[in-house]
């Protein structure tokens, strides 16, 4: 039965409609998933031929294990944001003659095929190869790659749970996931020492063959737990019973006290919280707030780009899509014209009230480096008045359709190649302005001359919202029939 379902996953595949409709996206993604497959490959293979000195030679094997243990951690967090660990295929094929055992058998072992699996181990056996043959590197081939595999398919499964159970038991699932980035922000503060733990636990694994099983059992348990968990939960949380992430909701009058915009901010809301995709891109938002922890730095430039990511987080991932979130009654908005600049002005707003409560939020970062007491008000004005407007231009000239109940993971529906060219000018303007004041010696005219890009736009923002009503309303029919497709 299981090669019943790949097959009819193979012609949904080549049947979509989406698949030649984003063929430039697909391209990109692909392009991409090769480029960073030969980094991956090239880097494992050069790893033993870091080691040149005979006492870190014979240390290596542990080094780079406990590196690479510490690495799965991060990845860990990685794939609970963005691998796809929806279940589409039951609301697919519960109606034919497939056994439901059978679809969530073919659901576990798909996700071992995850680009997030496949790179690691392009990397594994490329680092294998080389150190097999690199002479005075001891590495004990079967029972190394037994361990590295067994790991990495341990934090796939773990992955799987820890997503699932934010859905149903959120606050357990939060609490293992607080605890984890508590130990990793420790570590790289300098308060526990995590190496040392994760070369002994893989010196451990790799000692002997009986001893690299051990991942593998783990990895057994971890499909049997979700295997099981599929079998109590999928049918409730993919057929359309509302699930404890479903219940967050919006309370009536939050905003509708300010008019009509007010209103359609609230409607806006409530499609948020009520779809997977922009539940999932909540979370992310979520995680930009610890960003400025995890990447430690003091370069100025590098600096007021995280400041730009963390405090425009929501523009950055609500925004890309913004028209794409309302494909499905995009008819229903054609008919009512004239509440167009309402709808642009709802949805700008609601902009602007993510990004000051992110603002106020991580402003007190300033207490962990006093650079970011002025860096972040700037990098809100620059988003408040210059990287919404790119998007919501974006938006006016070229919108795609997306299913907002699908999962955000790995999910490229309404995704275009001019999505990721924005992203250029939103991060090299700031940068090429900063550069110029390092440049002549007046950092702080730099970062002002940001700011004030930000501020003008802010200041003018109702012309520019006139701007990008005025860009839609000429491409709105070219715009509504990409969302009937």
């Known amino acids: 039965m299981i090669s019943q379902i790949v097959s009819l996953s193979w012609k949904s595949f080549k049947r979509s409609p989406a698949f030649a409709q984003n063929l430039g996206t697909t391209i990109i993604m692909g392009l991409f998933g090769l480029y960073f497959g030969i980094i991956f ?23 780079v294990g406990g590196y690479y243990l510490y690495g799965l951690l991060y990845l860990l967090f990685i794939r609970i944001i963005f691998q796809n660990f929806s279940f589409p295929l ?52 079967l029972s190394t790659s037994l361990a590295m595999i067994g790991v990495l398919y341990l934090s796939n499964y773990m992955a799987f749970l820890l997503d699932k159970y934010l859905s149903f038991n959120k606050i357990m699932a939060g609490g293992i996931l607080a605890i984890l980035l508590g130990i990793t922000f420790l570590d790289v503060k300098g308060y526990i020492a995590l190496m040392p733990i994760f070369q002994g636990v893989y010196d451990f694994l790799v000692t002997s063959i009986i ?168 990098a809100a004005l620059f988003n408040l008045g210059v990287v919404t407007f790119m998007y919501m231009f974006l938006a006016s000239y070229n919108s795609k359709k997306i299913d907002a109940n699908k999962g955000a993971a790995m999910n490229y529906e309404g995704m275009s190649i001019a999505l990721f060219l924005i992203m250029i000018p939103i991060f090299i303007i700031p940068a090429v302005l900063i550069l110029l004041g390092i440049y002549f010696d007046m950092e702080m005219f730099g970062l002002l001359a940001i700011g004030v890009v930000g501020l003008l736009g802010l200041i003018f923002h109702n012309q520019l919202i006139d701007a990008c009503v005025n860009l839609f309303k000429k491409n709105r029919y070219k715009i509504g029939a990409a969302f009937r497709k």
């Not at 880097?43 to 006492?55: C, H, K, N, Q």
């Not at 949805?347 to 970062?365: A, E, F």
């Open 211 to 378: 001893y690299a099983f051990i991942p593998w059992v783990l990895v057994g348990i971890a499909y049997y737990f979700s295997f099981l968990f599929l079998t109590n939960s999928a049918y409730f949380e993919d057929q359309g019973v509302v699930s404890d992430a479903s219940l967050l909701g919006v309370r009536k009058g939050l905003f509708s006290r300010f008019g009509k915009v007010g209103s359609l901010m609230e409607l806006e809301m409530k499609l948020i919280m009520r779809n997977k995709r922009s539940r999932t891109q909540m979370l992310i938002l979520l995680m930009c707030l610890v960003y400025p922890l995890l990447l430690s730095s003091d370069s100025l430039p590098m600096l007021l780009f995280i400041a730009i990511f963390t405090t425009g987080g929501f523009a950055l991932t609500y925004g890309q899509l913004l028209l794409s979130w309302n494909s499905d009654h995009f008819d229903l908005l054609l008919t009512r014209m004239g509440s167009i600049r309402d709808i642009f002005k709802a949805k700008y707003y609601l902009q602007v009230m993510s990004i000051l409560l992110n603002t106020c939020l991580m402003v007190w970062y300033g207490f962990y480096k006093v650079e970011y007491f002025y860096l972040i008000p700037i």
């Open 41 to 63: 490959i090239a880097v494992g293979a050069g790893i033993p031929f870091a080691f040149d000195e005979t006492d870190q030679q014979a240390a290596g094997p542990t080094i």
């Open 90 to 141: 039951f609301r697919q094929y519960a109606l034919q003659r497939i056994k439901k055992s059978s679809i969530y058998h073919f659901v576990l072992f798909r996700s071992l095929w995850n680009w997030m699996n496949l790179i690691p181990l392009l990397a594994i056996v490329a680092y294998l190869i080389s150190a097999a043959y690199k002479e005075g590197y001891n590495v004990n081939v």
